[in-house]
């Protein structure tokens, strides 16, 4: 079943630190573009360390490093799911996005990326590569006892990650509840979804519950089984139908 997580989830070593966020009412409150992009970012970490990793921040970026202050942890990364200003801070068709070259003036940490979409992170929040760390799929990030899983799933991206944490999937623009990332826009690649969909999330078990980068759903988190049972982009059967559905 799906359910909010605006307030903290531990998980069953009671280490897991793990905070679902939305622009425009947890964070970034007076920010009416916030409000109209309904994005999620999320606080994740080993509450025994203290140490977090925050994904996706934009908008109110302070606001995101005071929560996590407010919960006894402290930022030690930033993970990006793709390049798109309202994930990571940039232009956004004329409205400037606050993102990680904010977060950067107020904590030093490093920015970890797939090495596919580097170029385009650099080149939409302005940060230089040297902030970058650049990663291949399957590689893992360890916070503490917390491991964290970056699945490398081009489609709406050439570097879109998903990322696999306590048997949650942070997925970014790469899956919604209903629908998926656009692949119409630079970058965007449909034979790419297909393939990331149906084939790289294809081991995600369907008891893992899925976290998406907007808040397009009357829900905010189902699990990975429900999504593949109602979510319209898995009905087709063969690339070939998928193609003529979405490949355009």
């Not at 908008?59 to 005071?66: E, F, N, P, R, S």
């Not at 919960?71 to 606050?98: K, N, S």
């Not at 970056?150 to 489609?155: N, Q, V």
Request: charged share 20%.
């Amino acid at each position: 079943m799906a359910k909010s997580v605006k307030d903290v989830i531990v998980g069953p070593d009671d280490r897991v630190y793990f905070r679902q966020l939305l622009a425009g009412r947890d964070f970034a409150k007076a920010d009416q573009l916030a409000r109209q992009m309904v994005n999620f970012s999320y606080l994740i970490g080993d509450r025994l360390t203290g140490q977090a990793m925050v994904v996706d921040p934009a908008y109110g970026v302070a606001d995101l490093i005071d929560l996590a202050e407010g919960d006894g942890m402290h930022l030690v990364g930033v993970l990006a799911t793709h390049y798109h200003p309202d994930h990571v801070g940039g232009d956004l068709m004329g409205h400037p996005v606050q993102g990680v070259s904010e977060l950067l003036e107020r904590v030093q940490v490093p920015v970890h990326v797939q090495k596919d979409e580097a170029r385009w992170i650099a080149l939409s929040t302005g940060i230089s590569e040297s902030d970058l760390v650049l990663h291949s799929s399957g590689e893992r990030i360890d916070l503490g006892a917390v491991e964290i899983e970056l699945i490398h799933t081009p489609g709406h991206t050439p570097g879109s990650q998903c990322f696999l944490v306590a048997n949650r999937l942070v997925a970014g623009d790469t899956l919604f509840l209903e629908g998926c990332g656009r692949t119409d826009l630079p970058g965007g690649d449909p034979a790419a979804m297909y393939e990331s969909l149906t084939t790289r999330l294809a081991r995600v078990p369907d008891d893992a519950v899925l976290y998406p980068g907007h808040l397009y759903s009357p829900d905010p988190s189902a699990t990975m089984g429900e999504t593949r049972r109602l979510n319209y982009v898995f009905r087709p059967r063969s690339a070939q139908e998928w193609m003529a559905a979405f490949g355009r």
